[in-house]
T-cell receptor
Framework: SQTIHQWPATLVQPVGSPLSLECTVE??????LYWYRQAAGRGLQLLFY??????ISSEVPQNLSASRPQDRQFILSSKKLLLSDSGFYLC???????????FGPGTRLTVL | GENVEQHPSTLSVQEGDSAVIKCTYS??????FPWYKQELGKGPQLIID?????GEKKDQRIAVTLNKTAKHFSLHITETQPEDSAVYFC????????????????FGTGTSLTVIP
């Protein structure tokens, strides 16, 4: 079965500091990968998705960026965090054949 | 693009009763409709899905129905239990690999289900 690993589980960062959230996939190859942000426990906002190594599509213009240096690794970054970047960040993968999407456990980010 | 609407936003039922959550979608090209359950502080978990060539699918106490003509699909939970309490999300997507765009998932805004013991 497929598993998404995310870390850290929680993170508190000051405004203006950099960010790096990592996501790795286990149990499948060449998945589509996604970063979502969820505010107040409701509503999933798609931030980035990737169909392959080095291929990133951005859905929402903001101060975040994403990279996919390896097939099963997806990284969300920021050079300078804003207060509005606080939220619950979810990494997800989707199997190409079935389109089934599976989520990681999430990272709770608080920007102070 | 696709637009998915979900109702109700909150739902309270007595233990043992049934719960129904409804979603509508706008893009007739969507052909894959998953439902997710999210417990507090955790990532969403896929609980059931349905594809456009099927009108209904059942898995124990959970069932999903799809009406392609009307572009709506529903989640039915029977004999609800307190552990069913969570936020439920519907989504719509298109199966099939797109070389340049990938497969995007469009989510409803979620339903907070409370099962009262």
């Amino acid at each position: 079965s497929q598993t998404i690993h995310q870390w850290p589980a929680t993170l508190v960062q000051p405004v203006g500091s950099p960010l790096s959230l990592e996501c790795t996939v286990e149990g499948t190859s060449n998945p589509n990968l996604y970063w979502y942000r969820q505010a107040a426990g409701r509503g999933l906002q798609l931030l980035f998705y990737s169909v392959g190594i080095g291929q990133i599509s951005s859905e929402v213009p903001q101060n975040l960026s994403a990279s996919r240096p390896q097939d099963r690794q997806f990284i969300l970054s920021s050079k300078k965090l804003l207060l509005s970047d606080s939220g619950f960040y979810l990494c997800a993968g989707a199997l190409l054949a079935s389109n089934e999407q599976f989520f990681g456990p999430g990272t709770r980010l608080t920007v102070l | 693009g696709e637009n998915v609407e979900q109702h109700p936003s909150t739902l309270s039922v007595q233990e043992g009763d049934s719960a129904v959550i409804k979603c509508t979608y706008s893009d007739s090209a969507s052909n894959y409709f998953p439902w997710y359950k999210q417990e507090l502080g955790k990532g969403p978990q896929l609980i059931i899905d349905i594809r456009s060539n099927v009108g209904e699918k059942k898995d124990q106490r959970i069932a999903v129905t799809l009406n392609k003509t009307a572009k709506h699909f529903s989640l039915h939970i029977t004999e609800t239990q307190p552990e069913d309490s969570a936020v439920y999300f519907c989504a719509a997507s298109t199966v099939g690999f797109r070389a340049n765009t990938g497969n995007q998932f469009y989510f409803g805004t979620g339903t907070s289900l409370t099962v009262i013991p």
